[in-house]
């Protein structure tokens, strides 16, 4: 006999009728399967297993895209570069920005996902501000501080051994920005 959690309610009098029996684990069997489907899709797009897709989900639910703005490299026409010679590159343009937007991975996607859920999560005290930026980067390859100018402005600094020039034009347009309302931010990219 099949069981689930709800056959395994049923008193040991009506056990002994397998038509009772097989009655409630065929209607209860269901909502078993159901409760399962449930579990799984929480799992699913938990923050720290969510890869793809479902990392594209869950940054709809907390409010940032993959796509950012970012400087076109090795697009344009060169003169010194013979990847980007006259027949190669293209020319850029009289209105053209020398910007062009890209979709971020997996790893720098979910980086900036949690900054923003730390941002969203921050209850705006200065006692607080070192918890959720530590959050930001769990592994430790790159440790954000900040000081506070005492002029209404704060300085971040993203301190770590190579770091990657997509994370430095994150961290220049502000997508790990955690601030209070008001003050102005100055970022800083230390490596070595």
């Known amino acids: ?45 938990d923050l720290d297993d969510a890869v793809g897709f479902q990392l594209d989900v869950v940054g709809l639910w907390v409010g940032r895209g993959r796509r950012i703005r970012a400087p076109a490299v090795n697009h344009y026409f060169s003169f010194d570069d013979p990847e980007l010679g006259f027949d190669l590159g293209s020319w850029k343009g009289r209105y053209d920005s020398g910007d062009e937007y890209i979709d971020l991975d997996d790893d720098t996607y979910l980086t900036v996902l949690r900054a923003k859920i730390g941002a969203n999560n921050w209850d705006g005290t200065v006692e607080t501000l070192p918890a959720v930026l530590a959050s930001i980067y769990p592994e430790g390859g790159i440790v954000i501080s900040f000081s506070d100018n005492l002029d209404m402005s704060m300085t971040i600094t993203a301190r770590g051994a190579a770091i990657p020039a997509i994370t430095k034009e994150i961290i220049r347009q502000g997508y790990l920005s955690i601030k209070p309302m008001g003050i102005t931010v100055n970022y800083e990219v230390v490596e070595g």
């Open 1 to 45: 006999m099949m069981t689930n959690k709800y056959t395994a309610l049923i008193p040991a009098y009506h056990c002994q009728f397998p038509k009772y029996y097989a009655t409630v684990n065929s209607v209860t069997e269901a909502f078993t399967r159901q409760q399962e489907s449930i579990r799984a899709i929480v799992s699913a797009f």
